[in-house]
């Protein structure tokens, strides 16, 4: 089997999210896709939403799709995230699965950063999910090399330009405007019904400074 892991804050999940898990499913070939929200995050601030809610929201996004899956180990454990207790996690589960990690190209240069960044890239394939014309092979030479040396050669995997970040969404809500196809109309009426980021403060654009994790806003920020 081969399983995609795709972490992050989530805070909120959306269509930005959901587009690069099925663009990863289809050109990946995974037979699952499993989504993994961070308890709390150690290169990160405090999450805007409760882990419960982000992880009711993350199964909204997830749906009836059988090919994604939502694995709550990082809020069951607590504390901090950290990427590779998570691939020890599913590697136990699933000895027989081919792992892919799935990163934004931000967080991936980070990963010398991370807790036991050799361990990480033995237990999973490392998939890089660029918004440019960088490839895997435009890696820092000791990311690549502990690659190499653990589950193979980076992949590389060319992402929609979603002009959605989590952040946006969240000063959307608290100024009173609509999010409607920011995310699915199931999260936006999960954020509604439960208020919300309502009264969330202001903050900077700029991405998270490590992981899924991803290219969208702060859902690449994890150890």
Do not use: C, N
């Not at 308890?39 to 982000?54: E, F, I, N, V």
């Not at 960044?117 to 918004?131: C, I, Q, S």
């Not at 960088?134 to 030479?141: E, F, G, Y």
């Amino acid at each position: 089997m081969r399983l995609g892991v795709f972490g992050g804050s989530f805070d909120p999940p959306h269509v930005g999210h959901l587009l690069l898990a099925q663009d990863a499913v289809e050109h990946l070939a995974l037979d699952r896709l499993v989504f993994v929200p961070a308890a709390r995050q150690p290169l990160k601030p405090g999450a805007g939403a409760s882990a419960a809610h982000r992880l009711a929201m993350v199964g909204l996004l997830a749906g009836d799709e059988p090919r994604f899956a939502v694995d709550p180990v990082e809020i069951e454990r607590g504390g901090l995230s950290f990427t590779v207790d998570t691939l020890r996690h599913l590697r136990r589960r699933d000895p027989e699965a081919s792992l892919l990690l799935l990163l934004g190209a931000d967080a991936a240069v980070l990963l010398p950063q991370w807790r036991e960044p050799g361990e990480v890239l033995a237990l999973a394939r490392l998939v890089v999910m660029t918004r440019d014309d960088r490839t895997a092979a435009t890696l820092p030479a000791e990311i690549r090399a502990l690659a190499i040396r653990g589950a193979g050669e980076p992949l590389a995997l060319a992402a929609r330009r979603v002009d959605v970040s989590s952040t946006e969404i969240r000063e959307r809500v608290a100024a009173g405007r609509s999010v409607r196809g920011f995310v699915p109309e199931a999260v936006a009426g999960y954020i509604a019904a439960h208020g919300l980021y309502a009264g969330a403060a202001p903050a900077s654009h700029a991405a998270g400074s490590d992981r899924t994790r991803g290219p969208h806003d702060d859902e690449s920020d994890r150890t």
